[in-house]
């Protein structure tokens, strides 16, 4: 009987529709926030990743799913999106929704002994709470996020000095060099046959050939150029995602707390 009620409640969840992976560590689904101020946040998050490897997402939507609580859709929304380092489940999220005046922090289990049931509950009660009655939606977000970051901060994790979103997407750094270093060799070839072919015309006729030989050159310095050119494109498209958010591998949460307003 304990196996049946466990396995209907499993299915339960799993029923529960939740929204595919964020691409981004906040998401504005209800499009209450400052897009300039969610840039803020969302670059604060990503740095707070690089340098404790603990993954933090803020998720706002107007309602939630039909016949869904707020604790049950956090709770698998964490898991689905793996929200946390595999193994360490360090993650949290903050959800709000605006037009259920429902919010939750969930926690994962890595970050329960720093952001507790307790500690969140002091975050959504005072500090969120009062924004979010004020229709300060950008300031409860912000200082939010500034007290989960600051709580999250006792737990004593490494970061690596990349997100996984980097790890995971960026091009290796050593693209680039053997795309150089081949086009270098083959300026440096075809210049060693320039002077041959030169010395061995003859002043007369190698003045000639070498004119003509020479016409080919600008091809080859051209095509270094346009590599390195690639090359500089590529990193600044890496950097311009460098603020992308990829799950860890986290496991559903730890615990949290559930607010209105």
């Not at 950008?138 to 997100?163: F, P, S």
Request: hydrophobic share 40%.
């Amino acid at each position: 009987m304990l196996a049946l009620i466990t396995t209907l409640g499993m299915a339960l969840v799993s029923a529960i529709a939740v929204p595919p992976k964020p691409a981004a560590y906040v998401t504005d689904k209800a499009a209450v926030l400052d897009p300039a101020r969610v840039k803020v946040v969302n670059e604060k998050l990503a740095q707070f990743e690089r340098d404790t490897s603990d993954q933090i997402l803020v998720y706002v939507d107007q309602h939630l799913p039909p016949d869904t609580t707020i604790e049950q859709f956090a709770n698998e929304a964490v898991h689905q999106w793996g929200v946390g380092q595999k193994g360490k489940d360090n993650g949290a999220a903050l959800f709000l929704f605006t037009g259920d005046h429902k919010m939750r922090i969930e926690v994962g289990y890595g970050l329960e002994a720093v952001l507790t049931d307790a500690k969140a509950r002091q975050i959504t009660s005072t500090i969120i709470k009062p924004r979010l009655q004020a229709a300060d939606y950008n300031g409860a977000v912000e200082q939010g996020v500034d007290a989960i970051l600051a709580a999250a901060r006792g737990q004593e994790y490494k970061g690596t000095g990349r997100t996984v979103h980097q790890t995971t997407s960026a091009p290796p750094a050593t693209t680039a060099i053997p795309c150089v270093g081949i086009a270098l060799v083959m300026a440096f070839f075809i210049l060693g046959i320039i002077v041959l072919i030169a010395k061995r015309g003859g002043r007369g006729v190698g003045g000639g050939t070498y004119v003509n030989t020479t016409g080919s050159t600008p091809d080859s310095s051209s095509s270094f150029t346009d590599t390195s050119s690639s090359s500089s494109s590529d990193s600044s498209s890496s950097s311009s995602s460098d603020s992308g958010f990829d799950g860890g591998g986290g496991d559903s949460g730890g615990g949290g707390a559930s607010d209105s307003w």
